[in-house]
Nanobody, 124 residues
Framework: QVQLVESGGGLVQAGGSLRLSCAAS????????MGWFRQAPGKEREFVAG????????TYADSVKGRFTISRDNAKNTVSLQMNSLKPEDTAVYYC?????????????????WGQGTQVTVSS
């Protein structure tokens, strides 16, 4: 069992930056691939970024490549998402999720544990 708590969301102007963090409690955090997803009003939840259990592999949605960076600290049981050059279309609730697989996958249904989400709003 893994419990996830996100933080760091807020309101930012277009072109600005935010850093989201996700604190994990429970056993064996370092055995889970981790992912960030987002869900905008009226839209389905979508994959944003993923990182392998070891941290050695990262994947990104095309819409955020070059702007967002996912990282993790297995000693501190945390995973982060650095978001730069934010756009209004990045506005959504962002969720942290854990996958029992060792390598990151992009499917929503593949993830086993979810946080409660944190709101990110980008104004134009």
């Amino acid at each position: 069992q893994v419990q996830l708590v996100e933080s760091g969301g807020g309101l930012v102007q277009a072109g600005g930056s935010l850093r989201l963090s996700c604190a994990a409690s429970g056993r064996s955090f370092s055995r889970y691939a981790m992912g960030w997803f987002r869900q905008a009003p009226g839209k389905e939840r979508e994959f944003v970024a993923g990182i392998a259990a070891s941290g050695g592999i990262t994947t990104y949605a095309d819409s955020v490549k070059g702007r967002f960076t996912i990282s993790r600290d297995n000693a501190k049981n945390t995973v982060s998402l650095q978001m730069n050059s934010l756009k209004p279309e990045d506005t959504a609730v962002y969720y942290c999720a854990a996958d029992k697989a060792l390598i990151p996958r992009a499917g929503v249904t593949m993830f086993d544990y979810w946080g409660q989400g944190t709101q990110v709003t980008v104004s134009s």
